[in-house]
Every structure is written in structure tokens, then in C-alpha cells.
């Protein structure tokens, strides 16, 4: 829709330092891809574009993975058994225990996908031939967080009571009647509504401002390389910060798909048991 | 530690403490939205909007000191019992 409208951009490769033209910053326009396909369902157009492949090739990838390494368990497990072993126990003793406890295990295969979902989405922006993270467009997230939001809403009601639930949420024990008045809307937005949304932000930020950092010293790269002192020392270190960012990156994504799903289990953990 | 509780001591503090920005975010929001509503009604909005704000983030860390000194242990172990009853 957006890309109709807005002309897509492309950075001149002949734009360079001496050449007369300005810096060509890259702006939001490099999330808006030209799509691949388009695809006609239902009278309605779909374009899909690159970031619906890698999406798909993701989720393929991962599947594959699993399904390879847990296809024949044995009790001596091979290198592949021993990844995918270790992958769970990550998620199972680092994540849900610890914030869950023991009641968390049958929700160990929930996280487990969120986790490995995120992280394949992330780890997009750095691979070569793909770098662009599927995260770093808003929908992606904002669809994670509504899942999440209607699985803690869901268990919340149900092993708390539909009203019992929210009052258990406004009312943390302890407090002077009079404050609860004060704090009690307080409560409410934070854990029904600015839950979902900082979810969604924070992971979503974090891509786009990663994917745009990366641009940024990539072009520059480009840019000033040219026979002359400020060129050679620019371009040298624009790729230099290139190749740190990138690593820096590839921190960032695991970290965020890590902080998502350990919220996740923390929501889940604050709709089992009332907070108090 | 506390190895009797299905779950880690300490794992409450850390799920409150997720929580301290939501909170903060929701008291600007639901006071910052409140005292700009008054403030429309009174013919100054933008004054209302500034001391909603304020309110608003006074409440919610009042809210997440209250809420993080509940979960260190119960009330009545809490420094100022002790002190109060020696």
C-alpha cells in the first residue's frame, strides 16, 4: 500500500564523495521492498516481497532442523540430537523454570517456537543475501505480541476467574484503601494495554534501528570511497564500523529474542499465579 | 533461598521488575490523559496535560516501590516493624 504511494529508492552506486551529490541517506523507504510475486486471493492483491520469503524460508529452516535433529532420539545423542538438546534445555531451564517454575514445562514448546521464531526472523539482517530482518517491520511483532497478549489474557481468566483476574491485577494486597484509587487504572492500562505495545516496540525498534545502522555505514562506505585522504580514511572506517555493527547485531538479535520470550513467560507466570 | 516454593526465590523480584517500565508508561498515560482532559474542560490543557504527567509518574513509581518492597518479604518482617518494635 505504503510503496504505491512513495517512489522506491534506490542509492545511487555512482554518487560519490568528489561527484557533486550529497550523501544519500538512507531513509525508512529501504523496509519498503518491491514485492517478488503478487498474488491474487480472494479478489484481494498480496505482494510478497522478500521479507515474506525469508519468513517462510525461516520457519521451513527451522522446522528442518528440529525435525532432523529429534527424528530418531537415542539415548547416546549424536551432535544434532545434542544442538537440539541443548537448544530446549536453554529454553526449559533458563527461561521457564526459572521465571514459571516447575507448572511452566507445558508451556516450554510455546516458548521454544517464540524463541526460535524470533531469533531465525532477527538473524536475517546479518546473513549475507538477505540482511533485512523480518522484525524490523511493525506487523511481524505487533502479530508476536498479540499472540502472546491473547495466551496470557486466555490463562489469566482461566486459572484466575474472569473477574477475579482483574481485580487480582489492580489490587495487590497491603495497599491504603485510598491509594488503590489512585493506582488502580495505573494497573490495569499497564498490564492489558502497554504490555502487548512496549512488547512489540521493543523488538521491533531494535531490528529497524539495527537494519538502518547497518545502511548507514554501508552507503557511507560506498560513498566516500575516493582517491583522497578523507575518502581512504572514511571508507576504510565506515567498513570497519560495518563489520563491528554487524557483530554487535548479531548480539542484539539473540539478546531481543531472548528478552521477548522471557516476557513471555513472565506474562504467563503473572497470569498463573496472582502477583502477591 | 528458599528451596521449598516450586519456584526460585527471587523470581517475582525479577518478573516485578519487567514490569517497572509498563508502569511507568501506563501512569503518564492514564493521569497524563486525565489532567489534559481536566485541563480541556478548564480552558488549559496543556497546564493540565504537564501536571497529569507529573502525577502520573509520582503514582506509578509510588506503585513499583510499593510493589517490589512487598515482594522483598512480608509486611510484618519488613526494617521499619523491626525498628519500631525494639
Not at chain 1, 519498503?32 to 521479507?51: A, H, M, N, R, S
Not at chain 1, 544442538?83 to 533458563?94: K, N, Q, S, T
Not at chain 2, 517497572?20 to 486525565?34: E, F, R
Request: aromatic residues 12%; negative net charge; glycine residues 10%.
Amino acid at each position: 500500500m505504503l510503496s504505491a504511494v512513495l517512489p522506491q529508492s534506490e542509492v545511487p552506486t555512482d554518487c560519490h564523495l568528489n561527484s557533486g551529490c550529497g550523501f544519500p541517506a538512507p531513509d525508512a523507504s529501504i523496509f519498503e521492498l518491491d514485492p517478488v510475486v503478487t498474488v491474487t486471493l480472494f479478489g484481494q492483491q498480496f505482494d510478497v516481497t522478500k521479507i515474506e520469503m525469508l519468513l517462510a524460508l525461516g520457519s521451513i529452516l527451522i522446522m528442518g532442523f528440529f525435525l532432523l535433529a529429534f527424528r530418531k532420539p537415542k539415548l547416546v545423542p549424536g551432535k544434532l540430537q545434542s544442538v537440539g538438546e541443548m537448544a530446549y534445555l536453554f529454553i526449559r531451564d533458563g527461561i521457564s523454570r526459572e521465571v514459571i517454575g516447575k507448572d511452566g514445562d507445558r508451556f516450554v514448546p510455546f516458548l521454544f517456537s517464540i524463541f526460535f521464531f524470533v531469533w531465525i526472523a532477527n538473524l536475517w539482517g546479518i546473513i549475507p543475501g538477505a540482511q533485512i530482518p523480518v522484525t524490523s517491520i511493525f506487523a511481524y511483532p505487533v502479530g508476536l505480541a498479540l499472540m502472546v497478549w491473547c495466551v496470557y489474557m486466555f490463562l489469566g481468566i482461566k486459572h484466575q476467574g474472569p473477574i477475579k483476574f482483574f481485580t487480582n491485577m489492580m489490587f495487590p494486597p497491603g495497599m491504603p484503601t485510598p491509594i488503590y484509587f489512585i493506582l488502580a487504572p495505573i494497573e490495569l492500562i499497564s498490564n492489558v494495554i502497554v504490555r502487548p505495545v512496549t512488547l512489540a516496540i521493543r523488538l521491533f525498534a531494535n531490528m529497524f534501528a539495527g537494519h538502518l545502522l547497518l545502511t548507514v555505514f554501508t552507503v557511507a562506505a560506498f560513498y566516500l570511497a575516493s582517491p583522497s585522504v578523507i575518502g581512504i580514511l572514511g571508507s576504510a572506517t565506515s567498513f570497519l564500523m560495518t563489520v563491528i555493527m554487524t557483530g554487535f547485531e548479531a548480539l542484539i538479535q539473540g539478546l531481543q529474542a531472548y528478552i521477548f520470550t522471557l516476557l513471555t513467560a513472565v506474562y504467563i507466570a503473572g497470569s498463573l499465579h496472582a502477583d502477591h | 533461598m528458599n528451596d521449598t516454593t516450586e519456584t526460585p526465590a527471587g523470581t517475582a523480584t525479577s518478573n516485578a521488575a519487567w514490569s517497572v517500565v509498563n508502569h511507568m508508561i501506563a501512569g503518564i498515560l492514564v493521569y497524563g490523559g486525565l489532567g489534559w482532559m481536566v485541563g480541556l474542560w478548564l480552558g488549559y490543557p496543556q497546564q493540565g496535560l504537564a501536571v497529569g504527567v507529573v502525577c502520573g509518574l509520582a503514582a506509578s513509581t509510588y506503585l513499583v516501590v510499593f510493589r517490589l518492597r512487598q515482594l522483598d518479604g512480608p509486611p510484618a518482617a519488613s526494617a521499619d516493624d523491626v525498628e519500631r518494635s525494639a
